[in-house]
């Protein structure tokens, strides 16, 4: 299996997902996670994100090999922002590319699961009320 | 003796990164230490949060020495 983990720092740096295909792969799922407002009643300026680097392909890495034992996959990309991220703008791309279509569906919603779980990224809220840090686990 | 903890996301806003925690002795166990971080900064007592070590996260078991890297995470949010 191949992998792809970055922590991007600009909107126009995400790598072309075009790279990761192979004749092997039937099946490509993309997931876009982008910035939206407004949020909970309250018009989001923006995000900003902060991410621990080692740990974060430390953690991806082990995320991988789990995935790995779970489903057919031929490659796992996932890249995140870091930095100040505004609405209409993509926070996360993961993509995985496999033989068939239900092990890439699959993966890939174990991957934003595992990633908003255990993945060290953390954001801010700047919203048109003040900012709050967003807690989802632990 | 002090231990040097990295921090991130809200912790970090509120104390800086590192910070130096006050223990007895090392090496202790990951949950000493935590332990000894909140009596130190005691507004984060309802806070959960987990730690690494090396670059690796770890469980509250594990021991930690002097010259470890530990990082104290606060709830996480990516996505």
Not at chain 1, 9 to 21: G, I, M, V
Not at chain 1, 107 to 128: G, Q, R, Y
Request: proline share 5%; charged share 25%.
């Amino acid at each position: 299996m191949k992998t792809d983990f970055q922590l991007i720092d600009h909107a126009n740096a995400f790598p072309d997902l075009e790279q990761f295909r192979s004749e092997g792969s039937g099946a490509e799922v993309v997931f876009n996670g982008i910035v939206r407002t407004p949020n909970k009643g309250s018009d989001v300026l923006y995000l900003e994100f902060e991410a621990y680097e080692a740990l974060f392909h430390n953690e991806m890495k082990r995320i991988a090999e789990t995935l790995e034992s779970q489903f057919q996959i031929n490659t796992l990309v996932l890249h995140h922002r870091v930095g100040r991220v505004f609405p209409g703008e993509i926070a996360v791309v993961a993509a995985v590319y496999s033989q068939h279509r239900k092990d890439a569906f699959q993966a890939c919603e174990s991957l934003m699961n595992d990633l908003k779980s255990t993945v060290p990224i953390w954001k801010k809220e700047f919203n048109s009320d003040g900012s709050f840090w967003v807690s989802q686990t632990p | 003796m002090k231990k040097e903890v990295q921090l991130f996301g809200i912790l970090k806003e509120q104390y800086g990164s590192p910070v130096f925690v006050d223990v007895s002795d090392l090496p202790i166990s990951a949950k000493e230490l935590i332990a000894a971080f909140r009596n130190q900064f005691q507004e984060v007592q309802d806070l959960p949060f987990l730690i690494a070590k090396n670059h690796f996260m770890i469980q509250e078991n594990e021991l930690i020495e002097a010259a470890d890297h530990i990082a104290l995470l606060p709830p996480v949010s990516g996505g």
